[in-house]
């Protein structure tokens, strides 16, 4: 794995970090890694994690430091891995990516970017009370942006769509705030880094991808 590319997706809740690492990582050939996801799989199958983890999911908060840094380190440990991989979600606080720095390098592994999507506020609203995503496979749609051809039902699987329990108005507004105060400074860290690239996430979705692919080639 000696210096094989990673890139981050960052930014607010429903800027369209998982749509885009979904088309980068095939892209790319390589796995993608979704924090949030592998949080709501532990909190399914009852892990010690998962116990944790659900308060903090529910509330819209963040899990501690450790607990993230340690799903992580798990996940990116896996020899699907070992030629790079893309990771949304991870990290979200300067202390996550001092810990996420220390362990990839340790791992010989090179962060090449770290792709910052912007949005709105009013944006973010309109999108996450607007998701759907497919409990049997995970992909994600959105009721106005991105239907499926039947409704509640996944195009690639036919498996049932549903409502994420965080997406309601209220809880989201938290999760906005949460980033605002915790992760929003670590997009200062990583500008200074020369690894941040700042995408403009209100365009449709094939256009914010050629902008990704772009910062990505750069
Ligand atoms: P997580 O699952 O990562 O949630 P999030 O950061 O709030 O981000 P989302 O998954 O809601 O949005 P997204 O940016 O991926 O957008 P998407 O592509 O789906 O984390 C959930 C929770 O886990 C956290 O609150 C926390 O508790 C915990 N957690 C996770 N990581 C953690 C960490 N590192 N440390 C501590 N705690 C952690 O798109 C949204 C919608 O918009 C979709 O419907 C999509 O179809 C649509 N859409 C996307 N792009 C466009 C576009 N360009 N135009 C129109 N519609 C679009």
Redesign the pocket.
Known sequence: MTGADVFV?A????????????LLAPKLRVPHI????L??EAVRNKTNVGEV?KG??D???????Q??IDV?EEAVNKKECNNGFVI??????VE?AKLFDGLIGKLGFNLKKVLY?DISLE?ILR??T????CSKCGA???VQ??PPKCEDICDNCGGPLRQ?H??TAEV?KV?YE??KEQTYPMMEYYRKTGKLARID?????N??FKEVSKAVAS
């Open positions: 997706l930014g607010p809740p429903g800027s369209g970090k998982g749509t885009q690492a979904k979704s924090l949030g996801d949080l709501r983890a903090y999911l509330a819209g908060k963040l899990v501690p430091d607990v993230a992580a949304d979600g991870f990290p979200r606080t996550q999507i944006e999108r996450l607007g998701r759907r995503s994600v749609y959105h942006f991105n994420r965080d997406d989201i999760r949460v980033y996430g209100s365009k449709p979705v256009e914010v």
